[in-house]
């Protein structure tokens, strides 16, 4: 089965809180592939602009840096997670040339990663829908709004940071709505994907993966 594995790509998308993130890491372990993060992608070019004070509105300076080809590595930053950092890469990620961007250097690192004969999995908003249209195995993550509020609420405050629950949720419905309906790239079930339940235990997903994997 890993050998099968090797060269393939597996997409996961999803709301935000919907446990992409950990199902993509399950997926990596088992299968032995490559785990790449699009939405770390979106939150460093965030940082990177709030500290440069590039704001949304500044396209000028937004296609210079990005044509200057800033280095943006997908590695994971505990600040990257804040708050603050999610609602706003929610907003650049609204731009096409920030969207075009992130799409480029995806296909790179992949295109790398499958070269060296390891596969990928991709989680994020558009990678089977837009990205990597021709993966092999594409997977949709399905997750009511208030459960995935709750939960990253619960672990907020496990974190020992500050947490009000209608806060998390009112800010998860915002990012939806803005996910769902922009312009370019909206978040899509993407076509011939499978959707995953991860409302319920984490065993009860991954039976629904072991299932679709099994098929292969
Ligand atoms: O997945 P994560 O919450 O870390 O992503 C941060 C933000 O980046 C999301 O709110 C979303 O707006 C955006 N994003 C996106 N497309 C992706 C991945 C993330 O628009 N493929």
Do not use: W
């Amino acid at each position: 089965m890993e050998n099968y594995l090797n060269n393939i790509i597996v997409t996961i998308d999803g709301a935000s809180g919907s446990g992409k993130e950990k199902i993509a890491k399950f997926i990596s372990r088992k299968y032995k592939l490559y785990h790449l993060d699009s939405g770390l992608i979106y939150r460093r070019i965030t940082l990177f602009f709030i500290k440069n004070k590039i704001t949304v509105s500044d396209e000028l300076r937004i296609k210079k840096t990005l044509n200057n080809k800033i280095k943006i590595n997908p590695i994971k930053h505990v600040s990257l997670r804040n708050e603050e950092i999610s609602r706003l890469s929610s907003i650049y990620a609204t731009k096409k040339i920030v969207r075009d961007f992130v799409n480029k250097q995806q296909r790179i690192i992949v295109k790398k990663t499958l070269k060296n004969g390891k596969g990928c999995v991709i989680d994020g908003r558009d990678i089977g829908s837009k990205v990597f249209k021709n993966a092999k195995i594409k997977l949709f993550i399905q997750v009511n709004v208030k459960i995935r509020a709750k939960r990253r609420h619960k672990q907020l405050i496990e974190q020992g940071e500050k947490s009000i629950y209608s806060q998390i949720l009112k800010n998860m419905k915002l990012r939806d709505k803005k996910d769902k309906n922009r312009k370019h790239s909206p978040l899509v079930i993407p076509k011939n994907a499978f959707i995953i339940d991860n409302s319920k235990s984490f065993d009860f997903t991954k039976k629904q993966l072991n299932e679709i994997f099994s098929k292969l």
